[in-house]
């Protein structure tokens, strides 16, 4: 299983990164399978440089705040009017209840313009498990202002875990268990950000990740540009006892 970081930039699109939007690929029956994990503000423009973008296997929203969902409505303009004829429809959208009318409303400019001809729609729901190709995918309710998910994707043996927008809660342990990766949220600075419920600091990320138990790496992301990302960095690394690392725009790992 292969993970790109198309952006990782916090709350919006910052200088050197694209708003959240991560693809995850992995070989099965004779090809490549790609999903993202998100696409927020910025990102369909990236994404371009890694793969066609006729060849997204399914999206995954984690929210529908735009920094996470913002560019699927520049993608249903790249898959309706392409030259050459529209791609088929279909193509799997997973997200919260009214991800289809969000996305309509964020299309549409005098009034909500439906997108549904070329995106299947299906509701996420907490702790549920569904397949694509070859990603076996549970979804975990997280501890955000609007309903919100993490996504724990297996494939190829590997576990990534994607915690999506969220402050600390009891989900994260099922979701984070044994990953070879914990991709966290770490928008908030201990002693800055003093609201609850809303994301996970350095330190409480990885304090997640050592509850969970098992999990090989850290990174952080979501970090806003006006963080000091050392300064998460350094906050994770007082509680979680390997190296910490920063997700960057344009990295690949292999899982």
């Given at each position: 299983?292969?993970?790109?970081?198309?952006?990782?930039?916090?709350?919006f699109?910052?200088?050197?990164?694209?708003?959240?939007?991560?693809l995850?690929?992995?070989?099965?029956e004779g090809r490549?399978?790609?999903?993202?994990?998100?696409?927020?503000?910025?990102?369909?423009?990236?994404?371009?440089?890694?793969l066609d973008?006729?060849?997204?296997d399914?999206?995954?929203?984690?929210?529908?705040?735009p920094?996470?969902?913002?560019?699927?409505?520049?993608?249903?303009?790249?898959?309706?009017?392409?030259p050459?004829?529209s791609?088929?429809?279909?193509?799997p959208?997973?997200?919260?209840?009214?991800?289809?009318?969000?996305?309509a409303?964020?299309?549409g400019?005098?009034?909500?313009?439906d997108?549904?001809?070329?995106f299947s729609?299906?509701?996420?729901r907490?702790?549920g498990?569904?397949s694509?190709?070859?990603?076996?995918?549970?979804t975990?309710?997280?501890?955000h202002?609007v309903?919100?998910?993490?996504?724990r994707?297996?494939?190829?043996?590997?576990?990534?875990?994607?915690?999506?927008?969220?402050?600390?809660c009891?989900?994260?342990?099922?979701?984070?268990?044994?990953?070879?990766?914990?991709?966290?949220?770490?928008?908030f600075v201990?002693?800055?950000?003093?609201?609850?419920?809303?994301h996970l600091?350095g330190?409480?990320?990885?304090?997640?990740?050592?509850?969970?138990?098992?999990?090989k790496?850290?990174?952080l992301?979501?970090?806003?540009?006006?963080?000091d990302a050392?300064?998460?960095?350094?906050?994770?690394?007082?509680?979680?006892?390997?190296?910490v690392?920063?997700?960057?725009?344009g990295?690949v790992?292999e899982?």
């Open positions: 299983m292969k993970l790109t970081v198309v952006g990782c930039s916090g709350s699109a910052g200088p050197n990164s694209p708003a959240s939007c991560y995850v690929q992995a070989e099965h490549q399978w790609s999903i993202l994990l998100d696409l927020g503000n910025g990102a369909l423009g990236a994404l371009q440089r890694y973008l006729s060849s997204v399914g999206i995954l929203l984690s929210h529908l705040h920094d996470h969902c913002a560019d699927v409505a520049g993608y249903f303009v790249v898959r309706k009017y392409m050459g004829g791609l088929p429809g279909g193509l959208v997973y997200g919260p209840a009214g991800t289809r009318e969000r996305l409303r964020l299309y400019t005098d009034a909500p313009e997108i549904g001809d070329q729609f299906e509701a996420l907490d702790a498990t569904f694509l190709g070859p990603f076996r995918i549970t975990y309710q997280v501890n202002p309903e919100a998910y993490g996504f994707v297996e494939a190829d043996g590997a576990v990534l875990a994607y915690t999506g927008d969220t402050d600390a009891p989900a994260l342990a099922d979701l984070c268990a044994d990953a070879a990766l914990v991709l966290a949220d770490s928008a201990d002693g800055r950000d003093d609201v609850t419920g809303v600091s330190s409480r990320a990885a304090a997640a990740a050592v509850e969970a138990g098992g999990v790496r850290l990174m992301t979501h970090i806003p540009p006006w963080n050392e300064t998460c960095r350094a906050q994770a690394a007082s509680v979680w006892p390997g190296d690392e920063l997700a960057v725009a990295q790992y899982l």
